[in-house]
């Protein structure tokens, strides 16, 4: 092949857009400012798209709203549909009109751009050109993203650390049981992302899941809401109302923070899992409930069982298979991982061009102790998303405790926890100094004192000191 059909063979496809108009009189500018640059398609009416889109791909739709006899809310209205139907194009109304709310319609579609006549052709051609560059960038980021996504994720998790993986094997092991599950690990780190992992993978996928956080109602409270209630069964209860167990019939029952339950409790549910069957407060008519019980916990059961502060019947009951989930200091490879997935989130949730972390910022978050696990994380990269006014996060931007504790980290490593010997260490820096100073000046040591900023008697006994 000779260069130029190698050239040719490399050359991109041009981006095509649509120009929908019956302006003849903007012909002469379409064809100056725009052929040279993409593969224009004009159309004499919006009811000529929908067949042009059918077959084709279109990078860009250009709508000159003042020729298609339509109210130019109508028009606006028309590109929203657009917008819904593919969030890719690139969006440009063109309109004669000067009226600010017709510009204010139109932002909250979104459409791209918005031009007022006179249109100066030349600025539509460089504004079109960054716009269809821009979504290009921002295409590619979410394909990458979603390759990444697909590599190192299981289900809802992220992650490709061999901790991850330990965890997506048990996972794989117990969906397509009924086998009771307890899921162990620190506040933060996703235990309730488990369960739903564990629930979809298996035959009750598509049954009813019901999670309770044990821990944010208080004791009086939780009861009903587990087991339900009759009408007058306590103040208050001016119905009757199904618990929560009961809602899980034919599904699976999560109960997060369960070590928060107090012995009465504890007791009750154990007499639920020997019987699979429930009686509401004030109610005298057992039920039987037909459900999967998983429960996660933080805090040490064992510990809790000594102190007589859990049941170690319940225990045995609710541990027949513990997944242990680590905390997010012990898988740190997944660090840039889940920020790079936090970012894409929540720039496409807040509709703002997706940033970066600067190569520094992953070292520092790499380092940092996360005793928030992964909803530390998650809540920190929201936040500089939504904060950070440019495209680039750098580390002036993190909070002053990330900060502090990246700077600690290289205290220790300056100095070892067993201390240093401070003279032998000074003495080796100025060694060091003095032979890089007489290699920079050729070995001559007045040159190098006058680098080094000293006089040149101080440079020859320093020289003589250290024997160089």
Aim: proline share 5%; hydrophobic share 45%; with cysteine.
């Amino acid at each position: 092949m000779s260069l130029h059909a190698a050239a040719v063979a490399r050359a991109p496809e041009p981006r095509r857009i649509a120009f929908i108009t019956t302006d003849s009189s903007a012909l002469p500018d379409i064809q100056q400012f725009l052929e040279p640059s993409f593969d224009v398609r004009l159309l004499d009416s919006w009811s000529q798209l929908a067949p042009l889109l059918s077959e084709t791909t279109l990078d860009a739709v250009l709508l000159d709203i003042d020729t298609q006899g339509m109210s130019p809310a109508d028009a606006i209205d028309l590109l929203a549909k657009l917008r819904g139907i593919n969030q890719d194009l690139i969006l440009v109304a063109l309109t004669r009109s000067h009226d600010h709310g017709l510009r204010l319609k139109a932002a909250k579609v979104p459409v791209d751009e918005f031009f007022a006549a006179p249109v100066d052709f030349r600025e539509l051609q460089i504004v079109l050109d960054r716009a269809l560059e821009k979504r290009a960038m921002e295409t590619e980021n979410r394909r990458v993203a979603e390759q990444i996504s697909g590599r190192y994720s299981f289900c809802e998790l992220i992650g490709g650390s061999e901790a991850m993986r330990r965890v997506y094997d048990a996972v794989l092991r117990v969906a397509h049981s009924d086998v009771t599950v307890l899921i162990r690990g620190e506040s933060g780190t996703g235990k309730e992302l488990v369960a739903r992992s564990i629930v979809t993978l298996g035959p009750r996928g598509e049954k009813p899941f019901i999670s309770l956080n044990c821990a944010a109602l208080p004791e009086a409270l939780i009861e009903s809401e587990l087991f339900g209630h009759e009408k007058g069964a306590f103040t208050g209860a001016i119905s009757s109302r199904p618990g929560q167990i009961e809602l899980a019939d034919t599904g699976t029952l999560f109960l997060d923070e369960i070590a928060t339950l107090g012995l009465e409790l504890q007791t009750k549910l154990l007499r639920v899992l020997e019987t699979h069957s429930v009686q509401r407060l004030g109610g005298r008519a057992v039920k039987r409930v037909d459900f999967r019980l998983l429960t996660a916990t933080n805090e040490n059961l064992e510990e809790m069982v000594r102190a007589g502060r859990f049941r170690e019947d319940l225990y045995y009951r609710i541990h027949v298979v513990p997944i242990f989930l680590p905390p997010l200091r012990e898988r740190r490879d997944d660090i840039p991982l889940l920020a790079d997935h936090f970012l894409h989130l929540y720039c496409a949730t807040n509709r703002v061009p997706l940033k970066r972390l600067d190569p520094e910022v992953i070292e520092i978050l790499e380092e940092y102790a996360w005793n928030g696990n992964v909803r530390e994380l998650e809540n920190l990269v929201q936040r500089l998303v939504l904060m950070v006014p440019g495209p680039v996060i750098l580390p002036k931007d993190l909070p002053q405790q990330l900060l502090y504790a990246s700077t600690a980290k290289q205290e220790s490593l300056l100095i070892p926890e067993e201390g240093i010997d401070f003279d032998e260490e000074i003495a080796r820096i100025e060694a060091a100094y003095l032979q890089a100073a007489l290699r920079r000046a050729g070995g001559k040591k007045v040159a190098a004192a006058a680098l080094l900023h000293i006089d040149p008697q101080k440079m020859k006994y320093l020289c003589r000191k250290y024997k160089i």
